[in-house]
Protein backbone atom coordinates (compact mmCIF):
# COMPACT_ATOMS: atom_id res chain seq x y z
CA UNK A 1 0.00 0.00 0.00
CA UNK A 2 1.32 3.51 -1.19
CA UNK A 3 0.20 6.64 0.91
CA UNK A 4 -0.32 9.74 -1.05
CA UNK A 5 -1.43 13.47 -0.11
CA UNK A 6 -2.66 15.14 -3.11
CA UNK A 7 -2.13 18.97 -3.60
CA UNK A 8 -4.11 20.63 -6.51
CA UNK A 9 -5.47 23.84 -6.46
CA UNK A 10 -7.72 22.80 -9.33
CA UNK A 11 -10.81 21.01 -7.23
CA UNK A 12 -12.33 18.94 -10.34
CA UNK A 13 -8.89 17.46 -11.06
CA UNK A 14 -7.88 16.74 -7.43
CA UNK A 15 -11.08 15.55 -6.65
CA UNK A 16 -10.81 12.87 -9.47
CA UNK A 17 -7.53 11.78 -8.55
CA UNK A 18 -8.23 11.04 -5.09
CA UNK A 19 -11.12 8.99 -6.32
CA UNK A 20 -9.46 7.14 -9.71
CA UNK A 21 -5.78 6.58 -7.77
CA UNK A 22 -7.01 3.98 -5.38
CA UNK A 23 -8.59 1.93 -8.44
CA UNK A 24 -5.61 2.40 -10.20
CA UNK A 25 -3.46 1.15 -7.59
CA UNK A 26 -2.71 -0.15 -4.14
CA UNK A 27 -2.99 3.73 -3.34
CA UNK A 28 -4.55 4.99 -0.22
CA UNK A 29 -5.03 9.02 0.00
CA UNK A 30 -4.38 10.42 3.13
CA UNK A 31 -5.45 13.89 2.45
CA UNK A 32 -6.41 16.73 0.11
CA UNK A 33 -4.28 20.53 -0.35
CA UNK A 34 -5.66 23.47 -2.35
CA UNK A 35 -2.42 25.35 -2.07
CA UNK A 36 0.94 24.96 -1.13
CA UNK A 37 0.80 26.15 2.56
CA UNK A 38 -2.16 23.26 3.16
CA UNK A 39 -0.01 20.69 1.03
CA UNK A 40 3.33 21.58 3.45
CA UNK A 41 0.70 21.53 6.55
CA UNK A 42 -0.74 17.90 5.34
CA UNK A 43 2.44 16.66 4.28
CA UNK A 44 4.51 17.16 7.65
CA UNK A 45 1.14 15.96 9.34
CA UNK A 46 0.46 12.76 7.43
CA UNK A 47 3.92 11.96 6.06
CA UNK A 48 3.37 10.07 2.78
CA UNK A 49 5.01 7.32 1.29
CA UNK A 50 4.30 9.86 -2.00
CA UNK A 51 3.58 13.52 -2.13
CA UNK A 52 1.75 14.59 -5.22
CA UNK A 53 1.91 18.24 -5.67
CA UNK A 54 0.97 20.72 -8.24
CA UNK A 55 3.62 23.06 -9.80
CA UNK A 56 1.49 26.11 -10.20
CA UNK A 57 -0.75 27.02 -6.92
CA UNK A 58 -1.72 30.27 -4.95
CA UNK A 59 0.01 31.69 -2.56
CA UNK A 60 3.33 29.39 -2.33
CA UNK A 61 3.58 27.32 -5.17
CA UNK A 62 4.60 24.09 -5.39
CA UNK A 63 8.57 24.43 -5.69
CA UNK A 64 8.32 26.54 -2.30
CA UNK A 65 5.73 24.07 -0.47
CA UNK A 66 8.73 21.19 -1.52
CA UNK A 67 11.60 23.15 0.06
CA UNK A 68 9.75 23.95 3.29
CA UNK A 69 8.73 20.11 3.14
CA UNK A 70 12.33 19.26 2.63
CA UNK A 71 13.91 21.24 5.72
CA UNK A 72 11.47 18.69 7.85
CA UNK A 73 11.85 15.47 5.56
CA UNK A 74 14.41 15.53 3.75
CA UNK A 75 14.00 12.21 2.16
CA UNK A 76 9.86 12.84 1.37
CA UNK A 77 9.75 11.41 -1.86
CA UNK A 78 7.83 13.87 -4.49
CA UNK A 79 5.61 13.75 -7.51
CA UNK A 80 5.17 17.09 -9.29
CA UNK A 81 2.41 17.89 -11.97
CA UNK A 82 3.10 20.58 -14.42
CA UNK A 83 1.02 21.59 -17.36
CA UNK A 84 4.25 23.88 -18.63
CA UNK A 85 7.65 22.21 -17.88
CA UNK A 86 10.13 25.66 -18.48
CA UNK A 87 13.73 24.28 -18.26
CA UNK A 88 14.17 27.11 -15.45
CA UNK A 89 11.38 25.54 -13.28
CA UNK A 90 12.34 21.33 -14.12
CA UNK A 91 16.35 22.56 -13.21
CA UNK A 92 14.97 24.20 -9.86
CA UNK A 93 12.77 21.18 -9.16
CA UNK A 94 16.15 18.62 -9.61
CA UNK A 95 18.00 20.78 -7.50
CA UNK A 96 15.10 20.43 -4.70
CA UNK A 97 15.37 16.57 -5.18
CA UNK A 98 12.21 16.05 -6.64
CA UNK A 99 11.86 12.47 -8.06
CA UNK A 100 9.16 12.94 -10.25
CA UNK A 101 7.49 14.88 -12.87
CA UNK A 102 3.81 14.07 -14.80
CA UNK A 103 2.15 16.14 -17.05
CA UNK A 104 -1.72 16.98 -15.46
CA UNK A 105 -2.69 16.05 -18.93
CA UNK A 106 -1.79 12.47 -18.33
CA UNK A 107 -4.25 9.23 -17.44
CA UNK A 108 -4.61 8.83 -13.40
CA UNK A 109 -3.69 5.00 -14.53
CA UNK A 110 -0.20 6.96 -15.78
CA UNK A 111 0.30 9.49 -12.35
CA UNK A 112 -0.61 5.46 -10.33
CA UNK A 113 1.91 4.11 -12.46
CA UNK A 114 4.63 7.05 -11.77
CA UNK A 115 3.43 6.97 -7.83
CA UNK A 116 4.32 3.12 -7.73
CA UNK A 117 7.81 3.70 -9.69
CA UNK A 118 8.59 6.80 -7.37
CA UNK A 119 7.52 4.56 -4.16
CA UNK A 120 9.87 1.98 -5.21
CA UNK A 121 12.96 4.25 -4.86
CA UNK A 122 12.99 4.61 -8.74
CA UNK A 123 13.02 8.25 -10.85
CA UNK A 124 10.36 9.68 -13.74
CA UNK A 125 10.43 12.59 -16.18
CA UNK A 126 7.47 12.36 -18.64
CA UNK A 127 8.84 12.27 -21.93
CA UNK A 128 6.87 16.01 -22.69
CA UNK A 129 8.45 17.21 -19.96
CA UNK A 130 12.22 16.17 -20.21
CA UNK A 131 11.25 17.37 -24.08
CA UNK A 132 10.72 20.66 -22.84
CA UNK A 133 13.73 20.49 -20.52
CA UNK A 134 16.26 19.87 -23.53
CA UNK A 135 15.48 22.88 -25.31
CA UNK A 136 16.95 24.90 -22.97
CA UNK A 137 18.61 28.26 -24.75
CA UNK A 138 18.84 30.21 -21.65
CA UNK A 139 22.54 32.55 -21.59
CA UNK A 140 21.78 33.57 -17.61
CA UNK A 141 23.82 31.87 -14.71
CA UNK A 142 21.88 30.17 -11.69
CA UNK A 143 22.99 32.97 -9.64
CA UNK A 144 21.67 35.43 -12.08
CA UNK A 145 18.22 33.69 -12.15
CA UNK A 146 18.04 33.54 -8.51
CA UNK A 147 18.78 37.52 -8.78
CA UNK A 148 16.01 37.99 -10.97
CA UNK A 149 13.62 35.56 -9.69
CA UNK A 150 13.88 37.87 -6.39
CA UNK A 151 13.76 41.69 -8.28
CA UNK A 152 10.44 40.23 -10.03
CA UNK A 153 8.92 40.02 -6.16
CA UNK A 154 9.57 43.87 -6.06
CA UNK A 155 12.59 44.09 -3.75
CA UNK A 156 15.34 46.84 -4.10
CA UNK A 157 19.15 45.66 -4.55
CA UNK A 158 19.75 46.26 -0.47
CA UNK A 159 16.76 43.68 0.24
CA UNK A 160 17.93 41.32 -2.81
CA UNK A 161 21.19 41.50 -0.90
CA UNK A 162 19.93 40.89 2.21
CA UNK A 163 17.46 37.93 0.73
CA UNK A 164 20.42 36.04 -0.60
CA UNK A 165 23.00 36.66 1.60
CA UNK A 166 25.08 38.47 -1.16
CA UNK A 167 27.29 41.90 -0.76
CA UNK A 168 25.18 44.63 -2.91
CA UNK A 169 27.95 44.70 -5.13
CA UNK A 170 27.81 40.93 -5.94
CA UNK A 171 23.97 41.55 -6.49
CA UNK A 172 24.52 44.88 -8.98
CA UNK A 173 27.21 42.75 -10.79
CA UNK A 174 24.58 39.93 -11.08
CA UNK A 175 22.11 42.10 -12.76
CA UNK A 176 24.01 43.94 -14.70
CA UNK A 177 25.44 41.10 -16.72
CA UNK A 178 21.91 39.94 -16.55
CA UNK A 179 21.07 43.18 -18.39
CA UNK A 180 23.42 42.45 -20.52
CA UNK A 181 22.99 39.30 -21.66
CA UNK A 182 19.35 39.89 -22.32
CA UNK A 183 19.72 42.98 -23.76
CA UNK A 184 17.24 45.14 -21.61
CA UNK A 185 17.67 48.50 -19.45
CA UNK A 186 16.72 47.71 -16.28
CA UNK A 187 17.00 44.73 -13.97
CA UNK A 188 12.86 44.54 -13.99
CA UNK A 189 12.80 44.41 -18.06
CA UNK A 190 15.74 41.52 -17.79
CA UNK A 191 13.25 40.41 -15.29
CA UNK A 192 10.38 40.21 -17.34
CA UNK A 193 12.43 39.11 -20.22
CA UNK A 194 14.20 35.93 -18.72
CA UNK A 195 9.86 34.90 -17.33
CA UNK A 196 8.30 35.16 -21.00
CA UNK A 197 10.98 32.61 -22.30
CA UNK A 198 10.47 30.90 -19.72
CA UNK A 199 13.97 30.86 -17.92
CA UNK A 200 12.18 31.42 -14.73
Not at 53 to 80: C, F, N, W, Y
Not at 104 to 125: F, M
Request: hydrophobic residues 45%; glycine residues 6%.
Amino acid sequence: MTTVVLADDEMLLRSALASLLPLEGDITVLAEAADGASAVAATLTHRPDVLVIDLEMPGIDGLEAVADIRRVLPAQVVLMLTRHARPGVLRSALKLGVQGFASKAAEPAHIASVIAALHDGRRWIDQDVSAAAIVDDCPLTDRELEVLGVTREGYSVAEIADRLHLAHGTVRNYLSSAMQKTQTHTRHEAARYAREHDWL
